[in-house]
C-alpha cells in the first residue's frame, strides 16, 4: 500500500474522531478498508456522562459494522485505519476478525496493544500475521486528542499518562 492511500484513508478516520470529538466523546475515529472502499466507520462511543463503557472502542463498533455488511465472510484482505494505537481488546478482536493490516495515527503509550508478543500467546493469536503501520497523519490525530484533555468538561482519562504524554507533545 502506499502512503497516499494510507492518507486518505486515515483522513477518513479522523473525520469520525471528530465526531466523536464533537459529541463530547475522546476522539477516536477507525475505518475498515477492502479494495478502495470503505466497509465499516466508527467511533469512539460512551465516554461522555454517567455510565461510561470500555467496550464501545471505534474499533469494535467498527468490526460491528464489518460484521453486519457480510464482508468479513467474503475473504478479501482488509485494512483497519484507526487515530489511536489499538487497545489489547481492540488488537486481539481485529486479529480474530482476518484483517491483516493496522494502520494507526497516534500511539497509545498508556494502553496500545500492538507490541504485544504475538508469539508468546496461544496458537489463535500466535498464527495471524499482521502489519503496523504506525504515526500516518499523526499530528492530526494529535491535535484532536490535545483538544479533548485541554477541555475541562472531559472528564476520560484526564489525569491519565496518555493525557499527560499527549499535552506534553
Given at each position: ?5 494510507h492518507t486518505v484513508f486515515m ?79 481492540c488488537y486481539g478482536a481485529i ?18 496493544g500492538t507490541q504485544c508478543d ?52
Amino acid at each position: 500500500m502506499t502512503s497516499d492511500r494510507h492518507t486518505v484513508f486515515m483522513e477518513r478516520a479522523i473525520r469520525e474522531a471528530e465526531c466523536a470529538l464533537l459529541r463530547g466523546e475522546f476522539p477516536v475515529g477507525c475505518v475498515i478498508v477492502a479494495g478502495d472502499r470503505v466497509v465499516a466507520a466508527g467511533f469512539r462511543q460512551r465516554t461522555a456522562g454517567p455510565g461510561a463503557s470500555e467496550i464501545h472502542h471505534a474499533e469494535i463498533i467498527a468490526l460491528k459494522g464489518l460484521a453486519r455488511s457480510g464482508t468479513l465472510s467474503d475473504h478479501r484482505p482488509m485494512t483497519l485505519y484507526t487515530t489511536l494505537e489499538p487497545c489489547l481488546m481492540c488488537y486481539g478482536a481485529i486479529l480474530l476478525s482476518g484483517i491483516r493490516e493496522i494502520v494507526y495515527a497516534f500511539e497509545d503509550v498508556m494502553g496500545g496493544g500492538t507490541q504485544c508478543d504475538l508469539t508468546r500467546l496461544a496458537p489463535l493469536y500466535r498464527n495471524r500475521a499482521v502489519t503496523l503501520v504506525p504515526h500516518v497523519l499523526r499530528e492530526k490525530s494529535l491535535s484532536l486528542l490535545k483538544t479533548y484533555f485541554k477541555d475541562p468538561k472531559n472528564r476520560y482519562w484526564r489525569e491519565s499518562l496518555l493525557a499527560r504524554y499527549t499535552l506534553n507533545q
